[in-house]
């Protein structure tokens, strides 16, 4: 099988200088160099390659440009205290990309195919993860359909391409509670949907809101469900937590919610440490129930890029909510220095999480 | 002001050959040349071009693979038998390729720098316009979000292009009845969403209804409300009309549901010609319900594609409902013939819905 051949590779021969460590904000700038895969309905996947990081060139028809079919991932490489290069679950970056690849209409990437140029890659660009606290390489694989055909049907022909950036510490000067929009308007995603899968038009999708509640001086808005917009399904691009009466609840998946893998291991440590958690579907409602009952203790948001994040005050209809006093709760401070002590290698990973690149 | 600026012009120097008159299909073949534009934050819309149609080249972190900022038109050109060349209400295009660029938090563009666009391009490629009954030149404007940065909010740059296609009948054989399935687990759009927005994600994210319905044989699928599953919402990538009883019926438009210029000339055509229409909420049920009764006498979709395309059988949860002996109905008929026959420069055009292109 074509796809298994080696990964071919081409260094650059003109490396770029690094950015100073202080200004590297998130997704700004990029490592040397990419991977590439072409995807044939004749062949397959096939031609895994590394290259100099480049512009890719496509036909102005490519089906990428007016259907929309692409996936993406988000995950990152740490550079431990003794110089090892490791990563955070990328198998489970990898499942749930073809889980989205299938919702799609398109093909799936062997996994160990993806996980193997997704390692290659971020060995070959090494020096590029930031040493300094926070600090990581956020890698970004990506599936795009390049097929130059307007009939409304699944591109035969694809592309997966890795590309890295390093980036910075999510809060600089330490992990701060953000103020979040409830959001009554505007719909992100509804059961039936494509909200579980990782695709691009979920992201347009949700920038109008994400400007209005800027404009109300709001970090980002909390999705409610489409439906009936009673429930809640997730943060801006986070899935969300609240911790009532010493129970953490997360809405259930129920597929307009992202099936984060933040999401999942805090589930997994909460579970670890006997702290009891509840995945069911859940009313904003009963939240500012809670909150006024004084049960509400914390909230706080999971992704990949802020790991996690308090949040401090909800806005539902002109009506606030502080959370905690607007501070940093105990549990959500504990399960971000655990999770990222394990990320750094600092402390145990009695889980398997971490997976270390050669 | 630099967008006003007159287009500058490469022309080819190596034409490609035309493909024959039978074999056309559907956007498979493009003419020899594009229209481009870009877009930054600080020039606006500048630097409006025709050249050669061409690959076009962005960065692989470029907004539109990852965050799905694209909007984009289709309408047709079409020769008349006197030879002029005349677009079906570009102006109506534009100011939706506008509604949908709000929506998607994307910069408007001023409508008359689009128009000559369109107009610049079909002139200079006007010998692309296929003769033969039913063959046309469609036109698919598109704007992209070229910012190579992966935060997620909306990109400071942008390119709008038009490229075109010969495109052949939709039915050579005249037209003809096709069989939908009505879609009872998947969802298209819902209220407060996107789905009035003519962006990618939509597209993407019908595909796999899609080819569910056509692997038991049917041509597109019905989509129904994301709330309920019980309102009639679009066709495929069509608006859908039901006649009852002397009554042209079709959904309002709530926002989840396209906005549909075929569906609107639909609409100005029956008043003309006193036939009652009426926009509202429809739901499967009563539809089902008027079938049953043998009140319902024709129904079709109507879309830039296909013009005109007769429903003759439905399939809600199992359950067949022929419409009209599974024959196209005569209002139908006269409709396709009256609004194709305005088209092609056969029939008066009493609502001034012609553009010229000289």
Chains 1, 2 share one sequence.
Do not use: C
């Amino acid at each position: 099988m074509i796809a298994s051949t080696p990964i071919q590779i081409e260094r650059t021969t003109t490396p770029k200088p690094k950015p100073p460590q202080d200004k590297l904000g998130f997704g700004i700038y990029f490592t040397d160099h990419m991977f590439i895969m072409n995807y044939t309905a004749e062949f397959g996947w096939h031609r895994s390659r590394i290259v100099p990081y480049q512009p890719i060139t496509l036909d102005p028809a490519a089906k990428v440009f007016h259907y929309g079919q692409t996936v993406f991932e988000g995950l990152k490489a740490y550079k431990t205290a003794d110089g090892r290069v490791q990563l955070f679950r990328p198998d489970a970056n990898m499942k749930r990309m073809n889980r989205s690849n299938d919702r799609m209409s398109m093909p799936p990437i062997p996994t160990e195919l993806a996980l193997e140029a997704i390692k290659g890659l971020a060995k070959i660009d090494q020096d590029w993860i930031p040493d300094g606290e926070g600090n990581s390489l956020y890698i970004r694989p990506f599936v795009i359909a390049t097929e130059a055909l307007l009939g409304v049907q699944p591109s035969l022909e694809y592309q997966f391409i890795v590309i890295m950036s390093p980036v910075g510490a999510y809060y600089p000067e330490g992990i701060n509670p953000v103020k979040i929009f409830v959001e009554s308007h505007y719909v992100r995603a509804m059961v039936g949907g494509v909200g579980e899968a990782k695709t691009a038009g979920n992201y347009a999708a949700g920038l109008k809101a994400q400007d209005a509640a800027k404009d109300q001086g709001y970090t980002q808005v909390l999705w409610l469900d489409g439906a009936e917009h009673k429930y809640i399904e997730e943060v801006g691009s986070m899935n969300v937590f609240f911790k009532i009466d010493g129970t953490v609840y997360t809405p259930a998946l129920n597929g307009s919610i992202l099936d984060g893998i933040t999401r999942n291991s805090v589930i997994r440590l909460l579970k670890h440490w006997n702290v009891p958690v509840v995945e069911r579907v859940l009313s904003i409602e009963e939240i500012y129930e809670a909150g006024k009952n004084g049960k509400l203790e914390e909230s706080f948001g999971t992704g990949t890029a802020a790991v996690i994040s308090p949040v401090g005050e909800l806005n539902w209809r002109g009506e606030k909510l502080i959370i905690n006093g607007g501070k940093t709760g105990q549990l959500s401070e504990k399960i971000y220095n655990d999770l990222t002590g394990i990320q750094y290698g600092k402390l145990e990973d009695p889980f398997g999480w971490m997976i270390e690149v050669h």
